[in-house]
């Protein structure tokens, strides 16, 4: 049975020290028997703080990004050993606005999400259309070659070292969701990839995840869908409240 994730994307939002006092106050509300996992995606200035109140509680956290290096001259850049030395559960690869703007490849996608594996991290893989390929009629063909992409000889030898976010890029940050249908609809087929390239006991564990303006009011319907495993969320993450809500919905 896959475990459904709430995983909240803080993209470049808050300060170190708004972060912290947000894990404290999220760990006395949290409920203690939650059925969801929740997990928080934070700023790489984040993560001492996230290491010290959350490692070993129900809250995991990581990254957005991490450099395909393991290190070395790299300027700005932040490395997977920096990112397993401060306990990062999970880190999130190849997401639209990195894709979109610092032009990230699928074949960078593939080498940071070895990177993460080659360490103990797992990758939550974005893959999602543009708008102009859904109103072709291209989405399935389009999102199924980004996966193909993005996995290039990454190897994979099982599900639980993988998440997979479906987001499609015109949901994103934008208030328009996929419906229910629609997303399950894509997220079988990301299902069905995967029982292709690996076998159905692979594919039936791996986590799906659907990403683009998921909120309290909109959760459940999405969550409830048989091959949609939980959330990857922006917005909707950064209050505490509405955050609470997300994980009420799972
Ligand atoms: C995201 O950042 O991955 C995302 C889905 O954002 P939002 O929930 O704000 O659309």
Redesign the pocket.
């Known amino acids: 049975m896959r475990k459904t994730l709430v995983a909240g994307?803080w993209?470049m939002y808050k300060t170190p020290t708004e972060a912290k006092a947000w894990f404290k106050e999220l760990l006395l509300k949290i409920p203690t028997s939650l059925p969801a996992e929740a997990a928080l995606m934070v700023p790489f200035p984040f993560l001492p703080a996230a290491q010290e109140v959350l490692l070993g509680t129900a809250v995991a956290y990581g990254a957005q990004d991490v450099s395909a290096h393991v290190e070395g001259a790299y300027t700005g850049e932040t490395s997977v050993r920096m990112l397993a030395d401060l306990t990062c559960k999970y880190t999130i690869v190849g997401?639209s606005?990195r894709r979109s703007y610092h032009k990230e490849s699928d074949a960078l996608v593939a080498e940071k999400a070895k990177r993460l594996l080659e360490h103990g991290i797992i990758p939550i893989l974005?893959v999602g259309e543009p708008l102009e390929v859904r109103e072709a009629g291209n989405a399935v063909e389009y999102t199924l070659g980004q996966l193909q992409g993005s996995l290039e000889g990454v190897p994979l030898d099982d599900y639980d070292r993988l998440v997979v976010?479906y987001?499609p890029v015109w949901?994103?940050?934008?208030g328009k969701t996929a419906t229910p249908e629609d997303a399950e609809a894509m997220h079988r087929e990301i299902r069905a990839w995967f029982a292709r390239r690996f076998d159905l006991a692979f594919a039936n564990g791996v986590r799906i995840l659907y990403?683009?303006?998921?909120k309290p009011d909109n959760a459940a319907a999405l969550f409830a869908q048989p091959n949609v495993d939980g959330g990857?969320?922006?917005?909707?993450?950064l209050q505490l409240e509405s955050f609470l809500a997300l994980l009420e919905a799972a």
């Open positions: 994307n993209k997401h606005e974005c976010a987001e949901a994103i940050g934008t990403g683009g303006s998921v990857l969320v922006g917005g909707a993450s």
